[in-house]
């Protein structure tokens, strides 16, 4: 691994930031949905500090990691074997987090088609801490697939950290958008946690080794958001 700034004097390397700023921006999508959605819970003054905070020390949690690449690399060895099957830190990881999305989801679709939101209680400061947390705990565990796809696409650290960098500021800057047109349209929020389900469903079965093409999945969700993106404009063209 090459840690030095030199490498920036190559065309390779900065070929590579390009890519792997674009491919870590694409992979992003799924947590800035996120993002919005727990952020959601707050009250409007409060959305965007949240965010900004939770994704300020989330990128500082990515960018140790990265220096600790050797550690990341390692977590990939199993600790143990069940049935057969050897689970790894990093899969560990993969199946808590994929568990955790899929009761949050849940529990938002729950509480979003029953009404049962507490506007009193979203507005302590409890509540404001909690989404900081959550938002760092679920950029965390989407950094482990990050940074072995960074350290599959480059040997230099260096390329890695700034490509990270940029696409969690290009992140911050389109959260507000992502919260707003969420927040806009209620029919979109119970589409996004649904598709935050399956991104749950995606990380248990890949923490169990079963290998998942994400490209048929953000196919799909496309493919929903172009329906429901029709459906928004057909109610706005003829409204009840």
């Known amino acids: 691994m090459d840690f030095g700034f030199s490498v920036f004097t190559s065309i390779d390397a900065w070929v590579s930031l390009f890519t ?4 870590e921006i694409i992979l992003g999508i799924d947590n800035l949905i996120f993002i919005s959605i727990v952020a959601s819970v707050l009250p409007a003054a409060q959305r965007r500090r949240a965010r900004n905070l939770g994704l300020v020390i989330a ?13 990341i690399v390692r977590m990939t060895t199993p600790l143990f074997t069940v049935l057969g099957q050897g689970f790894s830190g990093r899969d560990l990881i993969l199946i808590g987090g994929g568990l955790f999305l899929l009761a949050k989801s849940t529990l938002e679709i729950h509480q979003k088609v029953e009404g049962k939101h507490d506007e009193k209680e979203a507005k302590t400061k409890a509540v ?19 940074i072995l796809t960074a350290v599959g696409l480059t040997p230099h650290v260096m390329v890695m950290i700034l490509a990270i960098v940029i696409a969690m500021f290009v992140m911050m800057q389109f959260s507000a958008a992502v919260s707003r047109i969420l927040n806009k349209y209620p029919t979109l929020q119970i589409l996004a946690l649904s598709f935050l389900i399956m991104i749950g469903l995606t990380l248990m079965l890949e923490g169990f080794g079963v290998h998942v093409n994400k490209g048929l999945i953000y196919g799909a969700v496309l493919f929903s958001l172009v329906v429901e993106a029709l459906n928004i404009r057909f109610r706005r063209k003829n409204p009840l």
């Open 128 to 146: 404001f801490g909690m989404v900081v947390l959550q938002i760092i705990f679920f950029d965390i565990i989407f950094s482990f697939d990050s």
């Open 20 to 23: 792997l700023t674009l491919l």
């Open 59 to 71: 990128l500082g949690f990515r960018v140790a990691l990265l220096l600790g690449i050797a550690v």
